[in-house]
Protein backbone atom coordinates (compact mmCIF):
# COMPACT_ATOMS: atom_id res chain seq x y z
CA UNK A 1 0.00 0.00 0.00
CA UNK A 2 1.18 3.51 -1.04
CA UNK A 3 1.31 6.18 1.77
CA UNK A 4 -1.02 8.18 -0.55
CA UNK A 5 -3.74 5.27 0.41
CA UNK A 6 -3.42 5.33 3.98
CA UNK A 7 -5.35 7.63 6.05
CA UNK A 8 -2.56 9.62 8.14
CA UNK A 9 -4.45 13.07 9.55
CA UNK A 10 -6.70 13.50 12.82
CA UNK A 11 -8.85 15.89 10.91
CA UNK A 12 -9.28 12.99 8.39
CA UNK A 13 -10.15 10.39 11.18
CA UNK A 14 -12.39 12.74 12.10
CA UNK A 15 -14.09 13.69 9.32
CA UNK A 16 -14.60 9.96 8.40
CA UNK A 17 -15.48 8.88 12.01
CA UNK A 18 -18.45 12.30 12.19
CA UNK A 19 -19.55 11.78 8.33
CA UNK A 20 -19.45 8.13 7.77
CA UNK A 21 -21.04 4.46 8.26
CA UNK A 22 -19.82 1.87 10.74
CA UNK A 23 -20.54 -1.77 10.67
CA UNK A 24 -18.81 -4.36 12.81
CA UNK A 25 -18.02 -7.94 13.85
CA UNK A 26 -16.62 -9.35 16.32
CA UNK A 27 -12.79 -8.86 15.43
CA UNK A 28 -13.14 -4.91 13.52
CA UNK A 29 -15.21 -2.47 12.92
CA UNK A 30 -15.19 -0.60 9.90
CA UNK A 31 -15.69 3.21 8.45
CA UNK A 32 -17.03 3.94 5.13
CA UNK A 33 -17.17 7.40 3.73
CA UNK A 34 -16.74 8.05 -0.23
CA UNK A 35 -13.68 10.65 -0.81
CA UNK A 36 -13.13 12.10 -4.80
CA UNK A 37 -9.81 9.95 -5.30
CA UNK A 38 -9.90 7.57 -7.97
CA UNK A 39 -8.86 5.07 -5.12
CA UNK A 40 -9.69 3.53 -2.13
CA UNK A 41 -7.55 4.86 1.13
CA UNK A 42 -7.18 3.14 4.87
CA UNK A 43 -6.59 4.00 8.47
CA UNK A 44 -5.92 1.81 10.88
CA UNK A 45 -6.22 2.11 15.19
CA UNK A 46 -5.76 -0.48 16.85
CA UNK A 47 -5.37 0.39 20.86
CA UNK A 48 -3.18 -0.07 23.46
CA UNK A 49 -5.77 -2.49 25.08
CA UNK A 50 -5.57 -4.93 22.50
CA UNK A 51 -1.91 -6.02 23.13
CA UNK A 52 1.60 -4.56 23.00
CA UNK A 53 3.23 -3.14 20.12
CA UNK A 54 4.02 -6.36 18.90
CA UNK A 55 1.04 -7.36 18.39
CA UNK A 56 -0.98 -3.94 17.57
CA UNK A 57 1.97 -4.19 14.76
CA UNK A 58 1.19 -7.42 13.64
CA UNK A 59 -2.22 -6.82 13.37
CA UNK A 60 -1.58 -3.45 11.37
CA UNK A 61 0.31 -5.93 9.07
CA UNK A 62 -2.25 -8.27 8.73
CA UNK A 63 -4.80 -5.66 8.03
CA UNK A 64 -2.46 -3.91 5.56
CA UNK A 65 -1.70 -7.19 3.51
CA UNK A 66 -5.27 -8.29 3.27
CA UNK A 67 -6.80 -4.95 1.18
CA UNK A 68 -3.09 -5.72 -1.02
CA UNK A 69 -4.66 -9.45 -1.38
CA UNK A 70 -8.32 -7.50 -1.90
CA UNK A 71 -7.57 -4.07 -4.21
CA UNK A 72 -9.26 -5.57 -6.91
CA UNK A 73 -12.43 -6.46 -4.69
CA UNK A 74 -12.72 -3.51 -2.87
CA UNK A 75 -14.55 -0.69 -4.45
CA UNK A 76 -12.44 2.93 -5.32
CA UNK A 77 -13.14 6.45 -4.15
CA UNK A 78 -13.99 5.11 -0.30
CA UNK A 79 -11.55 6.48 2.38
CA UNK A 80 -11.97 3.14 5.53
CA UNK A 81 -10.84 3.14 8.81
CA UNK A 82 -10.61 -0.44 10.46
CA UNK A 83 -10.33 -0.66 14.28
CA UNK A 84 -9.22 -3.79 15.56
CA UNK A 85 -10.84 -5.26 18.43
CA UNK A 86 -9.83 -7.42 21.21
CA UNK A 87 -10.53 -10.88 19.87
CA UNK A 88 -8.29 -9.87 16.54
CA UNK A 89 -4.84 -9.84 18.52
CA UNK A 90 -5.51 -13.84 18.61
CA UNK A 91 -6.09 -14.00 14.66
CA UNK A 92 -3.65 -15.62 12.60
CA UNK A 93 -3.26 -13.98 8.78
CA UNK A 94 -5.98 -15.90 7.31
CA UNK A 95 -8.02 -15.43 9.85
CA UNK A 96 -7.99 -12.26 9.96
CA UNK A 97 -8.39 -11.69 6.16
CA UNK A 98 -11.55 -14.07 6.87
CA UNK A 99 -12.66 -11.86 9.25
CA UNK A 100 -11.85 -8.74 7.51
CA UNK A 101 -13.95 -9.99 4.09
CA UNK A 102 -16.95 -10.58 6.41
CA UNK A 103 -17.11 -7.20 7.90
CA UNK A 104 -16.67 -5.87 4.34
CA UNK A 105 -19.33 -7.79 2.77
CA UNK A 106 -21.15 -6.72 5.41
CA UNK A 107 -20.71 -3.06 4.29
CA UNK A 108 -20.89 -3.82 1.11
CA UNK A 109 -17.56 -2.48 0.27
CA UNK A 110 -16.63 -5.15 -1.89
CA UNK A 111 -17.54 -6.47 -5.56
CA UNK A 112 -19.38 -9.03 -6.03
CA UNK A 113 -16.71 -12.00 -7.53
CA UNK A 114 -17.34 -12.49 -10.91
Not at 32 to 60: D, H, P, T
Not at 68 to 79: A, F, S
Amino acid sequence: MNKSQRVKKNEEFQAIFKNGKSFANRQFVVYCLENEQAYFRVGLSVSKKVGNAVVRNRIKRYIRQTFLELTDQIYPNMDYIIIARNPAAKLDFHETKKSLEHVMKIAKAMKKKS
